[in-house]
């Protein structure tokens, strides 16, 4: 019999020792971001700690991280995966189904429109004009369409996209809502506004990130600041039947190219998004039996950290040459789509709001 001692590699290491390191590291990126949100002039031009994150992620994951990659690999990968799962779900809790009542049938059949709208000129553009992969034109859809990096994350796992493509499609949300910022004010300036649809509204329905919504509509006033975060509200809760529908059609699109095979079940049993289900469980809980305040306030902290974690992870796992090797493409598609958000926007909330 050999008795020679098993080598300590042979040995694996228990499921919560391995990943702890690549958790603590989300984390404490995490941890970096939501305190550098808080700097008066990154919160005046929306830039959210899940922005930060991302930015935090891809500056260690390209320089420190690949020298430790093997030891933190599984807890980073859990973070970019489960953690953002259960953040998304408890995102819910900044919702509510009397947020819908508030900005009335007007407002929800705009943000629809919005909605239905830019994704479709996304996936027109981006597939057949751009030649882009599907998967990173979806993503930049979902990214312009509905609530920006929260979209295209919880958009990522249904179509089990890679880092970089997630990452390109961030970076429109960034770029294109940091101008909306500075730009929406000015154009509440123009003549042709008054006596249309609420500016809030507006704002609401176009702008990306919630973030952003909120530091563009402050700039003009307290009135148009919360009509626009009601309205961003009630777009970010379309983000549930949106991606139960994109799982619909990725799982037809899957059967449609592949044998029924036993593999491929399992793949699309896979993809169906059960946490747009618990999000959608979330909001109605919420709307029917509200917590206590301080309870609430610390779910909401404990959502912020747990998407800036998910954020950061995904930052880590991203390479700069592939995000470079996207070229120009991916920009120019979300330049178009912004375009189309400020006049299809301002188009579609005139006609909207002339009918009711």
Avoid at 100 to 114: H, N, R, S, T
Avoid at 196 to 204: K, P, T, V
Avoid at 315 to 329: D, E, N, P
Wanted: hydrophobic residues 55%; aromatic residues 8%; proline residues 4%.
């Amino acid at each position: 019999m050999n008795s020679s001692p098993i080598p300590a590699t042979a040995i694996s290491s228990p499921p919560l020792l391995r990943f702890l390191p690549g958790l603590a590291l989300s984390a404490a990126l995490a941890f970096v971001s939501i305190e550098a949100s808080k700097n008066a002039w990154l919160l005046a031009h929306g830039f959210s700690a899940l922005t930060i994150a991302i930015v935090l992620g891809m500056l260690v994951g390209n320089t420190v991280f690949p020298r430790i990659a093997a030891r933190c690999g599984s807890g980073v990968t859990f973070s970019k995966q489960n953690l953002l799962r259960l953040g998304i779900v408890l995102y819910g809790l900044r919702l509510t189904f009397q947020d819908i009542a508030q900005v009335g049938v007007g407002g929800v059949l705009i943000d629809a429109c919005m909605l239905a709208s830019t994704f479709t000129i996304a996936y027109v553009l981006g597939v057949k004009v751009f030649k882009l992969e599907r998967n990173a034109v979806m993503l930049i859809g979902a990214g312009s369409s509905i609530c920006g990096a929260a979209a295209v994350m919880a958009t990522e796992p249904v179509l089990r996209a890679r880092s970089e493509q997630v990452t390109v499609a961030v970076s429109t949300v960034v770029v294109f809502g940091s101008v909306a910022i500075f730009l929406y004010p000015l154009l509440h300036g123009l003549s042709w506004w008054h006596g249309r649809a609420d500016f809030g509204i507006y704002i609401g329905s176009t702008v990306h990130e919630v973030a952003q919504v909120v530091a563009a509509a402050r700039s003009i006033d307290e009135h148009t600041a919360n009509t626009a975060v009601i309205a961003k509200m009630v777009r970010v809760m379309m983000l549930a039947p949106f991606l139960l529908i994109l799982s619909a059609y990725v799982q037809r699109r899957t059967s449609a190219t592949s044998s029924a095979s036993s593999a491929t079940k399992t793949s699309r049993t896979a993809g169906i998004p059960w946490f747009a289900f618990a999000f959608i469980g979330v909001v109605a809980l919420h709307s029917l039996f509200p917590l206590p305040v301080v309870a609430n306030d610390a779910l909401l902290d404990l959502d912020t950290i747990l998407l800036a974690m998910a954020m950061a992870a995904l930052g880590l796992t991203t390479h700069l040459s592939s995000v470079r090797r996207a070229g120009i493409r991916p920009l120019l598609l979300g330049g178009l789509l912004f375009v189309w958000l400020i006049v299809g926007g301002a188009a579609i909330n005139a006609a909207v709001s002339s009918l009711f």
